[in-house]
């Protein structure tokens, strides 16, 4: 597979799509969309389905994001060249598909956190806090990572390392927005 071709159409529109995405629903703007998107729901353990955080406000936070993201890099890539409005479509359409992939790829983990009873936004102490560390880290690179095997070739071996790279990647990301006080916690 293309490294460059990967880290400018799928690893670098998510990345800062997630982190533009933190500040808009951190923000005031567009409020009426943070409605949980369980709705209050509860499973038949009596508990919410995915928990307050996950909102409609951070979902298409994170579609519409990553789709201007990805469309600002085609941009900026081909400055020398003709844009074609083929090419802005096709870049918005992985863009809103990646950041679609990265939003759906978390709710499984959200849903398990609940009936663990694992608060949102919150984390286990001992092993199994460590065990969500890393699941909540991989779990929108899984969704990313599939959605991008659709779209390109990629051998298993760059799967392997593009899940550690951007769980990597992920980590350092939380930190600094938590450094920045865009996040309630480090990891």
């Known amino acids: 597979m293309n490294e460059a071709a990967?880290?400018?159409?799928?690893?670098?529109p998510v990345l800062l799509g997630g982190v533009s995405n933190m500040v808009f629903?951190?923000?005031?703007?567009?409020?009426?969309?943070?409605h949980p998107m369980d709705a209050g729901r509860l499973a038949r353990d009596g508990r919410r389905l995915f928990g307050a955080n996950k909102t409609w406000k951070g979902f298409w936070g994170m579609v519409i994001g990553?789709?201007?993201?990805?469309?600002?890099?085609?941009?900026l890539l081909?400055?020398?060249?003709?844009?074609?409005?083929?090419?802005?479509f096709k870049a918005a359409?992985?863009?809103a598909l990646l950041g679609l992939a990265y939003v759906l790829a978390e709710l499984p983990n959200s849903y398990v956190k609940?009936?663990?009873?694992?608060a949102p936004g919150q984390n286990s102490r001992g092993w199994k806090g460590r065990l969500f560390i890393v699941i909540d880290q991989i779990d929108s690179v899984l969704g990313c990572l599939l959605l991008a095997m659709l779209l390109m070739p990629l051998q298993w071996i760059d799967a392997v390392k593009i899940v550690i790279i951007c769980g990597g990647l992920h980590l350092m990301v939380n930190w600094l927005l938590f450094q920045l006080k865009l996040k309630n916690q480090k990891f």
Do not use: M
């Open 93 to 95: 359409l992985i863009g």
């Open 78 to 88: 081909n400055l020398a060249g003709a844009i074609s409005l083929e090419g802005l």
């Open 6 to 12: 990967l880290w400018t159409q799928v690893i670098a």
């Open 25 to 34: 629903v951190k923000s005031k703007w567009l409020d009426s969309w943070k």
């Open 114 to 118: 609940r009936r663990l009873d694992i």
């Open 66 to 75: 990553t789709a201007c993201w990805s469309i600002l890099i085609f941009l």
